[in-house]
């Protein structure tokens, strides 16, 4: 009887075994497969998607919002413009964005005891998170809020983003660590440019170095590394290899600043898709500047300041530009398309006579048939001064507006009393302070040799400790692109109040009347601040 029993009490132990394993072997199969593996490459398409809304293959993410489905696309529709550069997520409008870093995804969450609504949820699984973005609804199947946009994800971009979410409470972007901040700046080394980009270079690393000099900023010391660009401007600006910006990305620096350059370069579509602030550089052109992107300058080109002009004339004398058309000299580069389409659109848009257009040509044979009230030039000085021999060959004593960047003293003609410059540049009582700059230069031994490049520069090494400081420990470039967009009414130290937003990339929203002193060969304030009206 009591072998029977312990035959029958083996049977069951022997079963519970069985059980048990069989059990634990069916929880294994029904375990997610280990998450691949993330790699470099892997991480920088999953940031693209996360940070900027840009998928590794040049595509916009898209997005869609609530029933409605309203489209969200490329940057507005990025991770990071409401969970945060960091994932840690934030308020917004009173919404509460989550935590998704993986501390906070890869646990359970519990009902709290102050909870109105009911947002406990299992650890998220891959499968669990991808259903989460593309579906929009949570571990714990409920749908998630109509703010979260429900993403259309390829399989490639899926991975991607992914993988970069498994890593995003330790992965940092290029360029940083816990003790350097590596910051790249393109500058023409050597050749005719060279002495201006030795120059913003010293200004720059003095800058830098003291801020290092008071521990750098977050303990992080700031390390510049510089590439010689002088190629660019020895061959055709679309050559391959002649693009210093594209090798500093190659080194994987953080950000740029104070990069000499024309006002568009090729290598832009990189420091887009990459989301690498450029942070004021100075531009070799008055091209035309882009309203959005990771590219902040300091000033206006030289059309914005044809409409300033256009503005200022038609609050002074909108009765007369209604009977009597201004009239627009320029070259027929991108440059001066763009200062007469300016002045076009400007006169259009305030009911104004429609302005003569006299291209690059000389204005002598065009003066007689209609006299202007006005002209506006842009182009060369020499061509300038040519322009004022012109109007006085033919005595038509009208007044003449030019970008503050023709000033020449040392040409014929540009001290005329009919002469009016147009200058972003603070003069008068809006001039710079310059005793800091002054004893910024002493102490670091720098002299004074192309002041408005070194004064650029000493903008955009201050404008860019100042953004960096906001954006806090947790620095990512999207990080810093969000804190340059928020800067308002900074004070540079050597220029007007600096202001960007989520769609103004340039700094300095204005200008000043200015005249040629005679005396010193100096611009002289002839008006106060004007600024440009959208």
Same mark, same amino acid.
């Not at 869609?64 to 309203?70: A, I, K, M, Q, S």
């Given at each position: 009887?009591?072998?029977?029993?312990?035959?029958?009490?083996?049977?069951?132990?022997?079963?519970?075994?069985?059980?048990?394993?069989?059990?634990?072997?069916?929880?294994?199969?029904?375990?997610?497969?280990?998450?691949?593996?993330?790699?470099?490459?892997?991480?920088?398409?999953?940031?693209?998607?996360?940070?900027?809304?840009?998928?590794?293959?040049?595509?916009?993410?898209?997005?869609?919002?609530?029933?409605?489905?309203?489209?969200?696309?490329?940057?507005?529709?990025?991770?990071?413009?409401?969970?945060?550069?960091?994932?840690?997520?934030?308020?917004?409008?009173?919404?509460?964005?989550?935590?998704?870093?993986?501390?906070?995804?890869?646990?359970?969450?519990?009902?709290?005891?102050?909870?109105?609504?009911?947002?406990?949820?299992?650890?998220?699984?891959?499968?669990?998170?991808?259903?989460?973005?593309?579906?929009?609804?949570?571990?714990?199947?409920?749908?998630?809020?109509?703010?979260?946009?429900?993403?259309?994800?390829?399989?490639?971009?899926?991975?991607?983003?992914?993988?970069?979410?498994?890593?995003?409470?330790?992965?940092?972007?290029?360029?940083?660590?816990?003790?350097?901040?590596?910051?790249?700046?393109?500058?023409?080394?050597?050749?005719?440019?060279?002495?201006?980009?030795?120059?913003?270079?010293?200004?720059?690393?003095?800058?830098?170095?003291?801020?290092?000099?008071?521990?750098?900023?977050?303990?992080?010391?700031?390390?510049?590394?510089?590439?010689?660009?002088?190629?660019?401007?020895?061959?055709?600006?679309?050559?391959?290899?002649?693009?210093?910006?594209?090798?500093?990305?190659?080194?994987?620096?953080?950000?740029?600043?104070?990069?000499?350059?024309?006002?568009?370069?090729?290598?832009?579509?990189?420091?887009?898709?990459?989301?690498?602030?450029?942070?004021?550089?100075?531009?070799?052109?008055?091209?035309?500047?882009?309203?959005?992107?990771?590219?902040?300058?300091?000033?206006?080109?030289?059309?914005?300041?044809?409409?300033?002009?256009?503005?200022?004339?038609?609050?002074?004398?909108?009765?007369?530009?209604?009977?009597?058309?201004?009239?627009?000299?320029?070259?027929?580069?991108?440059?001066?398309?763009?200062?007469?389409?300016?002045?076009?659109?400007?006169?259009?848009?305030?009911?104004? +006579?429609?302005? !003569?257009?006299?291209? #690059? %040509?000389?204005? $002598?044979?065009?003066? *007689?048939? =209609?006299?202007?009230? &006005?002209? @506006?030039?842009?182009?060369?000085?020499?061509?300038?001064?040519?322009?004022?021999?012109?109007?006085?060959?033919?005595?038509?004593?009208?007044?003449?507006?030019?970008?503050?960047?023709?000033?020449?003293?040392?040409?014929?003609?540009?001290?005329?009393?009919?002469?009016?410059?147009?200058?972003?540049?603070?003069?008068?009582?809006?001039?710079?302070?310059?005793?800091?700059?002054?004893?910024?230069?002493?102490?670091?031994?720098?002299?004074?040799?192309?002041? +408005?490049?070194? !004064?650029?520069?000493? #903008? %955009?090494?201050? $404008?860019?400790?100042? *953004?960096? =400081?906001?954006?806090? &420990?947790? @620095?990512?470039?999207?990080?810093?692109?969000?804190?340059?967009?928020?800067?308002?009414?900074?004070?540079?130290?050597?220029?007007?109040?600096?202001?960007?937003?989520?769609?103004?990339?340039?700094?300095?929203?204005?200008?000043?009347?200015?005249?040629?002193?005679?005396?010193?060969?100096?611009?002289?304030?002839?008006?106060?601040?004007?600024?440009?009206?959208?």
């Amino acid at each position: 009887m009591r072998g029977g029993g312990r035959g029958h009490d083996g049977v069951l132990r022997w079963s519970a075994r069985f059980a048990l394993v069989a059990a634990l072997l069916l929880s294994a199969c029904k375990r997610e497969a280990p998450r691949p593996a993330v790699t470099p490459a892997g991480l920088k398409q999953g940031r693209g998607l996360f940070q900027q809304g840009q998928s590794p293959h040049g595509a916009a993410l898209t997005g869609f919002l609530g029933p409605e489905r309203v489209e969200l696309e490329g940057a507005v529709a990025a991770c990071a413009r409401c969970h945060g550069p960091s994932g840690r997520g934030s308020r917004e409008g009173g919404v509460e964005v989550p935590d998704i870093t993986p501390g906070s995804l890869h646990h359970a969450r519990a009902r709290g005891l102050e909870d109105t609504v009911d947002r406990s949820r299992p650890a998220y699984t891959r499968a669990t998170l991808l259903r989460a973005i593309t579906e929009g609804t949570s571990a714990s199947g409920r749908p998630l809020g109509v703010a979260m946009p429900r993403y259309e994800l390829a399989e490639a971009d899926a991975d991607a983003l992914l993988a970069y979410l498994q890593a995003l409470d330790v992965a940092t972007d290029p360029g940083l660590s816990s003790t350097t901040l590596t910051v790249g700046a393109a500058l023409p080394l050597s050749g005719r440019l060279g002495p201006v980009g030795q120059e913003v270079q010293a200004v720059v690393r003095a800058v830098f170095a003291d801020v290092n000099a008071r521990g750098g900023i977050f303990r992080r010391r700031l390390e510049l590394v510089v590439e010689d660009d002088a190629a660019l401007y020895a061959t055709a600006a679309s050559s391959e290899g002649a693009d210093a910006t594209a090798r500093l990305l190659d080194r994987d620096v953080f950000a740029l600043v104070a990069s000499v350059r024309p006002a568009r370069l090729a290598s832009d579509t990189r420091l887009e898709r990459e989301g690498v602030p450029l942070v004021l550089p100075l531009p070799l052109d008055s091209g035309p500047l882009p309203e959005e992107g990771p590219v902040f300058f300091l000033y206006p080109e030289a059309s914005a300041l044809a409409r300033i002009a256009v503005q200022h004339l038609a609050a002074t004398s909108e009765p007369e530009l209604r009977r009597q058309p201004l009239a627009v000299v320029h070259p027929g580069d991108e440059a001066g398309r763009a200062w007469w389409e300016a002045v076009r659109a400007e006169a259009g848009r305030r009911e104004l +006579a429609p302005p !003569l257009d006299w291209g #690059a %040509a000389s204005a $002598v044979e065009r003066t *007689a048939a =209609t006299p202007p009230f &006005a002209v @506006l030039y842009t182009g060369t000085p020499e061509g300038l001064s040519a322009l004022l021999k012109s109007l006085e060959a033919r005595s038509l004593r009208v007044p003449v507006f030019a970008p503050a960047t023709l000033a020449d003293p040392r040409l014929p003609g540009l001290m005329d009393g009919r002469l009016t410059f147009l200058s972003p540049v603070g003069l008068g009582a809006r001039a710079p302070d310059m005793e800091v700059l002054t004893a910024f230069m002493d102490r670091h031994g720098l002299k004074p040799a192309h002041p +408005a490049f070194q !004064l650029g520069a000493y #903008a %955009a090494a201050r $404008v860019f400790v100042e *953004a960096v =400081t906001r954006a806090g &420990a947790d @620095l990512t470039r999207a990080g810093l692109q969000l804190q340059l967009e928020a800067l308002r009414d900074f004070d540079t130290g050597v220029s007007p109040p600096v202001s960007f937003g989520a769609n103004r990339r340039v700094g300095v929203q204005g200008a000043q009347l200015a005249k040629m002193d005679a005396a010193t060969g100096r611009l002289v304030a002839a008006s106060d601040w004007i600024p440009l009206s959208p």
